[in-house]
């Protein structure tokens, strides 16, 4: 799942204008139904907020035998945990602060940990409420629910709200981050990632927050907007990324990363026509791809016309760009690739070269359109099927051929075998999603794919009724195993008995392995990454963040203007 679009903190207070839309939607928004439970802090969205470091589960926890390959390895996944969310205020799913959890493997002995990410964010909110029980405050942060809302009063409130908590804090692009949506290791490091913000680097084994990575302050300023998916090139330990603002141009900045750190590209502005919500992208081994689709941002649509701020447009084509990796011209050195319909793709599988360089391929999961809003009774209606896409760069020509059949089922988090990237695999893996009721389908997959990529063939592992899970997560059985022969390793949850377990389900015969139940329920998360031994154990350090006005030390003044101004604006 993607994150909110946190670029949107540039943006200023509404004028003065503005307020006369405040007063005339307040009855509207007073009278609203407080009791209603928000769907995302209901079942098994809703947050816990004990944390715990590496307790050793009983024999009896597991079921099966756990793979020789992941005796000493890790499992992490992030997720959304807000502290201070409530019912009676607006929350979406993708704000919530940032919480780990990892089983980590000693001698085949699985120990659980789980704990918060400190950002600016939760630094902030926990000097604030520090008196008040988790789950009570009115949190600072300015939900998704109502930049995605449509509705004037909600998008004003917000707009002020950012500029006030801006102002008080004097914390700008990084004040939401919650790095709540995805990991990477990189340059020995473990980073947790959400779009709109810097990397922040935690310890695989406590779990603490060691600080903002920004490439020891070499990252260009205008590029601290970092991808929640760059892309490690697997022969050269290069990190790809890129990061988009929705409020100014360029859209778009480009960056390599050399294995040991230094910045081969350093924010490379790429010129967009318009304000595209870039979540994912692809690599080859001479050209990085971009999605430009048409989920777009408009900070006047919910005054105008009153839809959601960042929504589809459906009736614009997408069309997809490539960059030369190393480029130094920016926009000029982009092919674009232009599409006849529109479309989204939230994630990418694996890309790669064909024909000496002149042909490239894509696999990602495209749906027809998307819904950023709508992710309860009728989340899904864009059901995204696995699509390869070609590229033939001497013409300029593309095509696209759908891999996955026509059946009833929808296909997200798509997963190769890493040892691959930029190479044709022969197994694309990824969570399957029903496309009826749609109801099952927001609480989360109740299934696992393997798409044969060659003929198209479809195997399936179907949960239990009742049973949901995450994205897999792909282990090789052994550093020289064929490419996609191993182990998908994924969180699931059963809404009879409330239990959480990590599966484990062996590529080959599609079918569970083993099973470890967890000391308590972890909520439905976004993305996980999975640690050997060797990256674990090799670890590097760095500074923590600096104390300045993030600090939990905040003035007296400043948190009761927070604390009081935050209940004034509805937050």
Not at 386 to 413: I, N, Q, W, Y
Request: contains cysteine.
């Amino acid at each position: 799942m993607p994150p909110p679009a946190l670029s949107l903190l540039r943006l200023a207070a509404p004028r003065s204008s503005l307020i006369p839309l405040l007063r005339k939607d307040a009855s509207r928004a007073a009278s609203s139904d407080a009791s209603t439970t928000n769907f995302y802090l209901s079942g098994n969205f809703a947050p816990v907020h004990s944390e715990q470091v590496s307790i050793a589960l009983a024999p009896a926890a597991v079921v099966g035998k756990i793979p020789s390959c992941l005796a000493d390895g890790q499992f992490l996944r992030g997720g959304s945990n807000p502290r201070f969310a409530r019912n009676d205020r607006p929350y979406h799913w993708f704000d919530g602060d940032g919480m780990v959890h990892s089983v980590r493997f000693v001698d085949c002995v699985p120990h659980y940990s789980n704990r918060y990410i400190r950002t600016n964010k939760y630094e902030v909110e926990s000097a604030v409420f520090q008196d008040q029980p988790a789950g009570t405050g009115f949190g600072v942060n300015v939900s998704l629910d109502t930049l995605g809302s449509g509705k004037r009063i909600d998008m004003a409130k917000a707009l002020i709200h950012l500029a006030f908590v801006r102002t008080l804090t004097g914390i700008k692009e990084d004040f939401l981050s919650t790095a709540n949506t995805a990991m990477t290791y990189y340059n020995g490091r473990l980073l947790a990632l959400m779009e709109g913000c810097p990397p922040v680097q935690i310890d695989p084994i406590t779990l603490e927050t060691v600080g903002v990575y920004d490439f020891d302050g070499t990252l260009n300023d205008d590029a601290r907007a970092v991808t929640a998916h760059p892309k490690i090139c697997s022969e050269t330990g290069e990190m790809i990324f890129f990061g988009y603002k929705l409020d100014a141009s360029p859209h778009l900045r480009y960056s390599v990363a050399s294995a040991d750190g230094e910045l081969l590209v350093n924010g490379l502005a790429i010129s967009q026509a318009r304000p595209v919500m870039a979540h994912d992208f692809a690599i080859t081994k001479n050209w990085s791809l971009f999605m430009d689709a048409p989920l777009l941002a408009n900070v006047a649509r919910p005054f105008l016309h009153g839809k959601p701020m960042i929504d589809f447009e459906a009736s614009a084509p997408s069309r997809f760009g490539l960059i030369p990796r190393y480029s130094t011209n920016g926009t000029a050195d982009v092919k674009w690739f232009q599409m006849a319909e529109s479309g989204y793709a939230f994630h990418t599988a694996n890309a790669w070269e064909e024909d000496d360089g002149r042909v490239v391929k894509l696999l990602a999961c495209w749906a027809d359109s998307v819904n950023l809003k709508e992710v309860d009774d009728s989340y899904r209606t864009d059901h995204p099927q696995l699509c390869e896409f070609t590229f033939h760069l001497s013409s300029g020509e593309m095509s696209k051929r759908r891999v996955s059949p026509e059946c009833d089922v929808a296909a997200e988090f798509p997963q190769v075998d890493a040892r691959g990237l930029c190479q044709s695999q022969p197994h694309v893996y990824a969570a399957l999603y029903p496309t009826y009721p749609p109801v099952l389908t927001a609480k989360g997959s109740n299934g696992l794919l393997r798409f044969d990529t060659a003929t198209g063939k479809v195997q399936q592992l179907r949960y239990a009724t009742g049973v949901t899970g995450g994205e897999p997560i792909f282990v090789p059985e052994s550093a020289t195993a064929p490419l996609g022969t191993g182990y998908l390793v994924t969180m699931t949850h059963d809404e009879h008995s409330d239990e959480c377990t990590l599966l484990i389900v062996s590529t080959e015969t599609m079918q569970e392995v083993a099973k470890v139940t967890m000391p308590h329920r972890v909520p439905n998360g976004f993305h996980g990454i999975w640690l050997d031994q060797q990256q674990v154990a090799h670890q590097k350090s760095l500074p923590a963040i600096e104390a300045t006005k993030n600090s939990p030390d905040l003035p007296a003044w400043t948190r009761f203007l927070l604390r009081h101004g935050t209940a004034f604006l509805g937050r």
